[in-house]
């Protein structure tokens, strides 16, 4: 590789690294805060087997599959601060793309470099699914590279082992490397004893954790359910992903991967379709794409390089039209993320993303009955206002089960939706639950609307999607002000509504 392509590719993993450091300030994960709590509280009481959070569902058998990471997140956290967090989670996402990007041709990995970190970029933060990037990276590039296999093939149970006890995404890696296994005895017509073993003892070393078992139906719980995915913003299809970098780099692997499509192995193939259809099916799902997909992508370019040079100017013109791409890709992508980075430090749009004066202000005056709040404060809450339970938070809408207690939820996440729905009348679910306080976005306190050339959001199901909040609480708010409940707080972030009989001195508007 020469040196200009050298220092392209370091500049590139600089700006990279710098972006998603960025926007891991920027953006505080909303899941951060329960993290915290939960680590904290295994660090001091030990590891709970059933949820110690929540008011709607406290005999559920919780599982926590994040449970060291918690405890790793916490310890560091406390004595360190965010910073060492940022760091590290800013290196296992940059980290997941330098191992692909290792064990390919450097002449044209530029381009899809940029492309697969524009990607990456959308989904980055102190998140706990970052550490699943980067061992499927590493799995990937054992798996990709016989060298790299001998070498490392028996260190992969105690990698497994380490998933398992980190993150839940352990379950995507047997996967893959069940696939690649399996599908190479297939291809070769014949059994390997060793690699079945290998993969055995990786599905047992996933079984070493405080939770047994039961770690494998947390995961396939949430695989499964098929709910969030029309829900959750984060698990819509890919249809309403809207990252530019990402359709451009969709387009060129699924060209080269069709056109060569005789160049790669049935196992290959399958893999490669498997993780795309998980991709489209859900945004979550797109990043474990972009890495697996990027060894294979890269071969198509040194396969369409073989191909222009076969023609007189061809490999001429490749390169002409590789710049070109490039700078097509560049005046696409950087603008939106001018514009994020541009909101975000300028116009400051992510500042009140967390309802922190109003959980101070609910510190100072502690109701005696319980507090309901969004989804997306959930983790805050368990966080910053410890001595309340919340009705529900981030690690919570797959769970469902038959509540054997009086006043509890079979279905927390389901209620929260049909409540705000208007299917449940809040009249009735505060009394199952008794609930005096609820804590709102104060951007709900009017009707959500918005236009543009004459559409309206709320009347569009996919512009409401992407624009517009699934969970609004106007409804809520409504049903609460003809109740009679009083409005005793309000700033630029939240609004605090209460009963009448625990209504206090507004201090804090």
Partial sequence: MRLAQQWVLVLLFVLIFVAFLLRGIAVPDPDFGWHIRAGSDILYNGIPYTDPFSYS????????????????????????????????STFFAVGSLLLQASIVEKKWVSILLFLAGGTLFEFVGVRTQLITWFFLSFLLCVLWQKKLWQRWKYFLPFLFFLWANLHGGFGIGIGVLGIVLVGRIWEEKKLVKERMVILGLCILATLINPFGIRLWGEFLMQLTDTQIRGTIAEWYPAIYFTNIAFWIYFSLSVFFIVRYRRHYTLTELFLYFFLLIEGLLSMRNIPLWIIASFALTMRGFSLLEKDAVKHKYGKKRLVTAYKGFFIIALIFFLPQVAFFFYGTYVLKINQHLYPRDAVIYIGQHVPEEQIFSS???????????????????????????????????????????????????????????????????????????????????????????????????????????????????????????EKPQTVHENNGS
């Avoid at 005999?59 to 590290?88: C, M, Q, R």
């Avoid at 009705?391 to 089960?401: E, L, T």
């Avoid at 679910?429 to 104060?442: A, M």
């Fill in 375 to 497: 989804y997306d404060w959930g983790g805050y809450l368990d966080w910053q206002l410890p001595q309340k339970k919340v009705f529900i938070d981030g690690r919570m809408p797959s769970w469902r089960w038959q509540a054997n207690k009086k006043g509890e939820s079979n279905y927390a996440f389901d209620d929260y939706r049909k409540v705000l729905k208007g299917k449940i009348t809040f009249g009735a679910f505060t009394d199952k639950y008794h609930i005096s306080t609820l804590l709102v976005p104060v951007g709900d306190l009017t009707q959500p609307s918005m236009k543009l050339f004459g559409i309206t959001f709320s009347k569009n199901s996919f512009l409401s999607k992407i624009f517009l909040s699934e969970f609004s609480f106007y409804g809520v708010i409504q049903q609460v002000r003809n109740m009679g409940w009083r409005e005793v707080y309000c700033d630029k972030t939240a609004a605090i509504f």
């Fill in 57 to 88: 569902m406290p005999s559920y058998p919780f599982v926590d599959h994040e449970w060291l990471t918690n405890v790793i997140w916490a310890n560091t956290f406390n004595k360190l601060g965010l910073l060492p967090l940022l760091l590290l």
